[in-house]
């Protein structure tokens, strides 16, 4: 069994036995319905940690487990306090971390970081054009054991803003570019108009008192903007607008159910005078970021611990708009990949995804299910006068044992009326500081914004298919480091096949939802005899006759729909044709059976076949002489294989809003045949003579024409001996001697047989669908035909179940900023890459890079 986790590993390992229960239930029921391949998922400690896993049908079993990121000991330690951060923008090439020697030691420093020209203006001290080992961007993921083994990484060479959907894509884009703060003053605060002096005030008091620092805010000036969003399947993060186009973040998980808070941001970046300095840096990245959000986005998650997570719902920061309980049935289902999150659309009213199941028969059913919110304006509350007192009471309290619910409540009481905050004012003297904290925090306030959410199943159908080689969607799952193949394939031919049309894979473009829908008919082979006036007539030796047979599994191919594409068709027939031209070729042979060659076995097998024997009641019969008729046969075959198709659907790596669309179609080809013989049929009328050894003198003594009562070897056998037939020939009296043939005439020599192979001729088309500026781009058309045609891995399972081995394919693009840049991979497992847009980057051209900040053009 391999095991994996990412975030604490000490909390991780914690949950180890109870995810190894979780793979053991797995196994259990896959083996109650004969399945090879499955996998599970589950929720420790409230949704804040969870594990999932597979078992393959090559054998692997895999568990991974994932917790809030742990303290980064071996990261940055030294502490500095800008009074807003300024940012990074570019893109990161490798993503490892290498140690610098500097005056003071070593510092840790990631490699290949290449700026934008903006950055270059604005950070030129801090880095210069082309690669660059930043220390700023040297930000560890927290533990990641299991799967990325080896050199050291930063969190950016795992995680990219692709992997999310609608608008949090360029928040991570921004967060990634932030990174740590080595700097007491960022360009912003040293940039005009100053800050307001009440602001400025403010913060000279908190730096003195140490106050109003919530413990992200003291975790990000230690270890730096560690991405605390998630992407999976079990927990995804989302931003939706509100009516008042404020952005708040969305949770959909597990473990808590649909939560929604405002959207975070670093402090004093929603002012009009920090927009200002923007303009004279003449920094247009950020005014950007401040055209979109408001602010700088800080990366504040949702609370970690439970009991803070509970605390600020009844606060009304955090709304929970359906309970864990309320969507545990999408969560009954397996996720095709675990980093298949929800996709939210950019607006974030509606988050749409999907997953599958298998039912007691052991089919697998795949249902697509959709998340539509709405969330009010913000309502505002301006701070009593009072609550600085109560708050300088609470803080009284041992910050530490409370944790984050301290934060919480400090919020909570700048909400509270005054009336209530009296009430708890009088009350002070009579309790401990800690008691009042904890009286305060039961308190429930009417939510920060109203909120509505509808959470419904769209639909449901069955995932079906007994072709191995043949219609595939493959997932992303870095378990593997490559793709996994949904459960198409059913193993078990005993289940009859079962229609489906079936949503797989969900997405949005904006506001538009994209959709691939797997769909498949049963069907049977089938013959389809269209013309057919040879059978019956096989023995015929004259005339033209002709067969045509279609074959097939008639009905629409297997494979895959969308709103982009729809290929479907109807399978082609196989046809198979033969056509015969007979013709009577005159007589060639006068036989007896002692003269000549009329001695030869073959001639009496001819005679069987079709033997004239006039005198068959006879007990002593007369010797006769025959002759042989022939008749030419010519025989044109065709075979035709019909029209037929395959799609493959693959999500690459890092994008989770895309799709590979690849489709094979053409036909098989076929072959031509021509065949030419010659066949014999005995005349019926014959001569009869006698020897003189039976008192003759070997002369013809008369003639008859007679048929045989039948021959069971030829079913039109009458009709059959007519065309050999044109009346009496033997003259009477002439010598037999002279008259038989005396020299064999070998037919055979004549035959010929001549065949052409018709090669095998497809067309493979793959496009690329993607929720970047290109929208839809052709990756290849290509045609293939004989020695050109192989099995392509786009149809193949992944993993292999004999071989092991994984298909891969990656593709990312630039979410924030006017830079168009796409770059993907060109083919399934192409180590190569394509690069769309600006910046034309030669090492955009061989990785898969991640974006950093908001790049422009």
């Known amino acids: 069994m391999r095991v994996s986790f990412e975030g604490d590993s000490a909390t991780a390992l914690s949950f180890l036995s109870a995810a190894e229960q979780e793979l053991f239930g797995l196994k259990q029921r896959m083996g109650a319905l004969g399945l090879n391949q499955g996998s599970f998922h589950a929720s420790f400690s409230n949704g804040e940690a969870y594990a999932y896993g597979y078992v393959l049908p090559t054998g ?9 990121p742990g303290p980064d000991e071996k990261g940055p330690l030294e502490y500095a306090d800008p009074t807003t951060p300024d940012f990074l923008s570019g893109y990161l090439v490798s993503g490892k971390l290498v140690e610098v020697p500097t005056q003071g030691g070593k510092e840790e420093r990631v490699r290949d970081f290449r700026p934008g020209k903006s950055c270059l203006d604005l950070h030129g001290e801090e880095v210069s054009p082309g690669a660059n080992r930043v220390r700023r961007l040297a930000i560890r993921p927290g533990d990641i054991a299991g799967l990325r083994e080896g050199e050291p990484i930063a969190q950016a060479s795992v995680i990219r803003p692709t992997m999310y959907s609608g608008t949090m894509r360029m928040v991570i884009q921004f967060l990634l570019g932030l990174g740590k703060q080595f700097s007491d003053e960022s360009i912003y605060d040293e940039a005009e108009p100053p800050l307001p002096d009440e602001v400025i005030e403010k913060i000279e008091d908190e730096a003195v008192e140490g106050e109003d620092e919530t413990s992200y805010e003291s975790t990000v000036k230690s270890q730096g903007v560690r991405i605390r969003y998630d992407h999976r399947f079990q927990r995804t993060h989302g931003l939706i607008r509100a009516a008042d186009q404020k952005w708040w973040v969305v949770e959909i998980s597990q473990g808590r159910g649909i939560m929604m808070m405002r959207l975070p941001l670093c402090r004093h970046t929603d002012l009009p005078e920090f927009r200002q300095k923007c303009e004279t840096l003449s920094d247009h990245e ?111 309290v041992d910050r530490k044992k409370k944790g984050q619910v301290f934060d919480e409540v400090m919020w909570k009481v700048d909400r509270m009326s005054k009336q209530d905050i009296e009430q708890f004012l009088e009350v002070s ?32 159908g069955y995932l079906y298919s007994r072709a191995q080689y043949g219609s595939q969607v493959k997932f992303p799952e870095p378990i593997l480091e490559g793709c996994i193949s949904a459960p198409l394939y059913q193993q078990n031919g005993a289940l009859p096949a079962v229609s489906c049309d079936t949503t797989v894979h969900v997405f949005f473009v904006g506001e538009e939802l994209k959709w691939v829908k797997y769909f498949f008919r049963p069907s049977k082979s089938e013959v389809r005899v269209m013309v057919d006036n040879y059978t019956g007539r096989e023995d015929i030796p004259v005339g033209d006759f ?118 094979e179609e053409g036909n098989a080809g076929g072959m031509d045949s021509y065949t030419f013989s010659f066949e014999k049929i005995s005349d019926p009328n014959v001569g009869y003579y006698n020897t ?29 001996i007519d065309f050999a037939n044109s009346g009496p020939w033997a003259p009477i009296g002439a010598n037999v001697g002279d008259i038989v043939t005396k020299t064999s005439i070998d037919l055979g020599a004549f035959s010929k047989e001549e065949s ?29 035909t004989g020695s050109d045609f192989y099995p392509s891995r786009w149809f193949m399972l992944s993993p292999d179940p004999d071989s092991g081995f994984v298909d891969v394919i990656n593709s990312t693009h630039n979410a924030l900023g006017s830079a168009d840049t796409l770059v993907y991979s060109p083919d399934i497992n192409a180590t190569e890459r394509v690069l769309k847009g600006k910046p034309d980057d030669t090492i955009l051209r061989t990785v898969i890079p991640t974006f950093i900040g908001p790049l422009d053009a």
């Not at 009641?617 to 030419?632: E, G, Y």
């Not at 993607?770 to 052709?778: D, K, L």
Request: proline share 5%; hydrophobic share 35%; charged share 20%.
């Open 286 to 396: 950020a005014i950007q970021v401040l055209d979109m959000f408001g602010g700088f986005p800080s990366g504040e998650p949702f609370p970690t611990e439970p009991l803070a997570v509970e605390s600020a719902v009844r606060s009304g920061r955090i709304i929970r708009a359906k309970t864990s309980e309320e969507i545990s049935e999408f969560y009954s289902l397996s996720g095709y990949s675990s980093i298949m999150g929800w996709a939210f659309s950019d607006s974030g009213s509606e988050a749409h995804n999907t997953g599958y199941t298998y039912d007691d028969q052991g089919y697998a059913k795949g249902s697509h299910y959709a998340a539509q919110m709405t969330v009010g304006a913000f309502i505002d509350v301006e701070p009593d006068e009072l609550a600085e007192v109560l708050k300088g009471i609470l803080s009284e």
């Open 546 to 663: 002709y067969y045509e047979r279609h074959t097939g599994n008639f009905g629409i191919a297997p494979g895959f729909y969308s709103n982009n594409f729809d290929d479907r068709v109807e399978r082609g027939e196989t046809i198979y044709t033969e056509r015969y031209k007979r013709r009577f070729s005159g007589y060639y042979e006068i036989l007896t059976p002692d003269l000549g060659v009329g001695d030869r076995a073959s001639d009496y097998i001819d005679r069987d076949f079709d033997p004239p024997i006039p005198w068959s009641s006879l007990v002593l019969q007369p010797l006769t002489v025959w002759r042989m008729a022939k008749f030419s046969y010519e025989k044109w075959t065709s075979l035709r294989h019909g029209h037929d198709s395959r799609a493959a659907i693959t999500i690459p790596m890092e994008d989770r809003c895309s799709y590979y669309y690849t489709i």
């Open 429 to 460: 003297d009579r309790h401990t500081a800690s008691d009042l904290f904890d009286m305060v925090n039961e308190v429930t306030l009417t939510p920060s914004a109203p909120v509505s959410c509808s959470f419904t199943r769209v639909s449901e």
């Open 756 to 784: 052409t192979l018709i090669q095998p001729r497809f067309t493979l088309r793959c496009h690329f669908v993607s929720a970047s500026e290109h929208g839809v781009v052709e990756v290849f058309n290509q045609s293939k």
């Open 60 to 68: 692997l079993e895999a568990v991974h487990i994932v917790t809030a």
């Open 692 to 720: 003189p050894a039976g008192f003759g003198d070997n002369t013809i003594q008369g003639v008859s024409t007679s048929y045989s009562v039948g021959s069971q070897i030829w079913p039109n056998h009458q009709e059959r």
